[in-house]
């Protein structure tokens, strides 16, 4: 059984930055395809930043070039950092983890609890 715990989230002022992190239990970590998910009132949830295995990262148009995702195996962690806060990054974010290849929405398997980050204009 996986479980993924999330810090870091918090109220923020736009153009701010806030780091997020997600411990994993379990052995299978270093092989799965991590990922966060972000859930605004009233919308879907969708895809922010993935991360394979190998390292290969994928990011959602509206983040790129202000959001990076990261890993660090050794201790099972997976982090998001988020510069250049807007308004519209508001959300309710998860950590995300397929014990497989694909960062895909649809591949994941296990999720955190999710943590709040309110950006303030």
């Known amino acids: 059984q996986v479980q993924l715990v999330e810090s870091g989230g918090g109220l923020v002022q736009a153009g701010g930055s806030l780091r997020l992190s997600c411990a994993a239990s379990?052995?299978?970590?270093?092989?799965?395809?991590l990922g966060w998910d972000c859930q605004a009132p009233g919308k879907q949830r969708v895809l922010v930043a993935g991360?394979?295995?190998?390292?290969?990262?994928n990011y959602a148009d509206s983040v790129k070039g202000r959001f990076t995702i990261s890993r660090d195996n050794a201790a099972n962690t997976v982090y998001l950092q988020m510069n250049s806060l807007k308004p519209e990054d508001t959300a309710v974010y998860y950590c995300?983890?397929?014990?497989?290849?694909?960062?895909?929405?649809?591949?994941?398997?296990?999720w955190g609890q999710g943590t709040q980050v309110t950006v303030s204009s």
């Open positions: 995300a983890l397929n014990p497989g290849t694909s960062t895909a929405l649809y591949a994941q398997d296990y």
């Open positions: 379990g052995s299978i970590f270093r092989i799965s395809a």
């Open positions: 991360i394979t295995r190998y390292g290969r990262t």
